[in-house]
């Protein structure tokens, strides 16, 4: 790599680790306020409510609309298993990924995605460890001390 293009990766990786600060401290903040009003809880409460009851209207007694859809999914999914048992397509679809893979286009366009992928992964892992390292730099934000009620006479 050229030094020039170096300095541009460290640059993204800056810019991405103050992002990665930024979101860290708002998904705290968002939690301790979700802690504080339940609203997650609350959420899961309705659908839940929902799911059961629509689940006995519909399906009958002890029925729930969640476990209906994980029934047909599951059904659909051995169904497919079965069909490309039978007729062969994922066999027939590796073969072909062989075959592109093999040919010089195809290694032309494998190592261009390695190697842009092998970059993004560097330049994530480097804007952590820049993050992390400034995270540890700082000292915690104070706690807000409350004022002592001033004496009377």
Request: glycine share 6%.
């Amino acid at each position: 790599m050229t030094i020039p293009y170096r300095l541009h990766l460290l640059v993204a990786a800056e810019y991405l680790a103050k992002g990665y600060q930024l979101s860290d401290q708002i998904l705290q903040r968002a939690i301790e306020i979700d802690n504080k009003q339940g609203i997650s809880q609350r959420f899961l409460s309705y659908f839940r409510s929902f799911d059961t009851t629509v689940g006995a209207r519909t399906l009958g007694a002890d029925q729930t609309l969640s476990g209906k859809v994980q029934q047909t999914v599951s059904a659909a999914a051995e169904r497919a298993k079965g069909v490309d048992a039978e007729k062969g397509y994922s066999k027939t679809a590796g073969e072909y990924y062989s075959k592109a893979l093999s040919s010089p286009f195809g290694q032309k366009v494998k190592t261009f995605y390695t190697d842009t992928s092998k970059q993004v992964l560097d330049i994530h892992e480097e804007a952590r460890r820049i993050a992390a390292d400034k995270k540890a730099a700082t000292p915690p934000p104070a706690e807000p001390t409350q004022a002592a009620p001033a004496p009377t006479a």
